[in-house]
Every structure is written in structure tokens, then in C-alpha cells.
């Protein structure tokens, strides 16, 4: 008995705790001061009246990363793939 209670007892703060936060989650909207930001980064990922001044993805995700970080990942790859050359060099004549 005495374990079917503290198995109910441990049920209900876990669900109590799962039920809270699914409720924050769901309550919190940003201010209007964010929305700024979200509406510039939709407006240069597809927008067929300014050619000159967007990216033509039809997803903000892949315009974001190919666009604004594209620098950054082909230089952070380029390290990436000196350091695995670098490693293979090293270790080429060890036995």
C-alpha cells in the first residue's frame, strides 16, 4: 500500500511539474519589439518585388544559414578540414 502511494504521489508532481511547463510554454508570446526582427529576415528570404535585396529560398531556415552565416560556415569547414588533414599527416608514419 504504502508503495502504490508513493507511486501516485511521484505521478502527480510529475505530471503537475509537465502540466506547468507546458503552460509557461504555451503563455509566452514575445513583445512587439521582437516582431520587428522576425518580419526583416521573412522579407529578405522571398520577396519576388525587390530581386535585388532577397535570397529567393522558400525557407527563412536555409536563406538564414546560407545567407547571413554562409561566411562563417565555409570558413569554420575550412578549419575543420585543415585539422583533419593536418591529423592524417601526422599520423601517416606511425606504426
Known sequence: MRTLVKLVVITSVVMGLSLLLVLAGVSFYPSNRVRWLALAYLNT???????????????????????????DTLYETTVFFL?????????????
Open 45 to 71: 528570404t522571398y520577396n519576388p518585388y525587390l530581386p535585388n535585396f532577397t535570397v529567393w529560398s522558400p525557407e527563412s531556415v536555409t536563406a538564414i544559414v546560407w545567407d547571413y552565416r554562409g561566411l
Open 83 to 95: 585539422a583533419i588533414i593536418s591529423g592524417l599527416a601526422l599520423g601517416r608514419g606511425v606504426e
